[in-house]
């Protein structure tokens, strides 16, 4: 980029984003409309997709109300939303569940519906929002939120912590894939982020633990917004030599 | 199925829009069909058609006109 925009200026390209209707979602949203990007807000609550859809200014942006357990809808959404906003610039899959449960009692069930949410949806999109149809001709960049729980074990996390560590992997394998058209692919591990869904897994814990795992953040917890913000730079297309990075934003959780 | 929905169907393989792919279209025109493209190719005419590649066939599709010949060739193309 020659000129005097920003590396982080999206200059008015289309990014998908789901999750978006709180957390982590709704917050790299918000950030990413703060630097030039439209958004498509994903998410199965339409009032609280709308609530996210308030927070974004004049930006332009669409809604689209998903079940992404639905796997079998996802293509379909993506071709139709190509049709009505033009090509795609990227994505990022925020959406993510987390179900705390010792080994024990971790059906095949209870990891099979985390691995449809955190992994496989976003694996579909990524299929779909990457046809040469559908994205950009001069590439793009697609954002998985990973979690340092794809790298270090947590007790009753063994799913969660299944689908993050795949997340890394597989997007090491599109990054490589898709480098000849120059989409970038990437992940984020956020540490212990207070948003709802980490209330609630943390609601599980004893106090002393809940605790611990705050004294283990070097530089304490994270907000949402210390996410966005790495996120909105790996997606950035300025940033354009980065790819298949695993980029940990953690507070120095895993550095130790 | 006939010419045109074959035309159609290998568009959509290589992510084409419809119309772009016709019976003269070569490989190198395509910008879809690279390595990978190939790849999909092949798991396309084994799911959709239950066509298996031998590795001459495989080497032989050089145009769109290769891939309608096998489409014929395994019974899958009405001519018109």
Known sequence: MGDSRSFLDFSGQWVVVTGASSGLGRAIAVELARHGARVVLVGRNEGRLSETASQLGNADHRVLVLDLARHDAIAAEVIRLRQDV??????????????????????IG??????????????????????????????????????????????????????????ASAVRAMAIELA???????????????????????????????????????LGIGEPEDVARAAVFLLAPGTRWITGADLAVDGGFTAQ | MNTHDALTWIAEVFEEPPGQITIETKREQILGWDSLGTLSLIAGLD???????????IDGMQRVSDILDILRRNGKLEDA
């Open chain 1, 86 to 107: 033009g090509p795609l610039y990227g994505m990022c899959h925020a959406a993510g569940i987390v179900e705390t449960r010792p080994l024990a009692t971790n059906t």
């Open chain 1, 110 to 167: 209870v990891v099979q519906a985390q691995l449809n949410v955190n992994l496989l949806a976003g694996l579909e999109l990524a299929r779909t929002v990457c046809r040469r149809d559908v994205m950009m001709s001069d590439g793009g960049s697609l954002l998985f939120v990973s979690s340092v729980y794809g790298r270090v074990g947590m007790p009753g996390q063994t799913g969660y912590c299944a689908t993050k560590g795949a997340i």
């Open chain 1, 180 to 218: 000849r058209r120059r989409i970038r692919v990437n992940c984020i591990s956020p540490g212990l982020v207070l948003t709802e869904m980490t209330k609630q897994s943390l609601g599980v814990l004893s106090p002393e633990h809940v605790e611990k795992l705050k004294a283990a953040h070097p």
């Open chain 2, 47 to 57: 799911e959709r058609f239950d066509i298996h590649l031998s590795e001459k066939d």
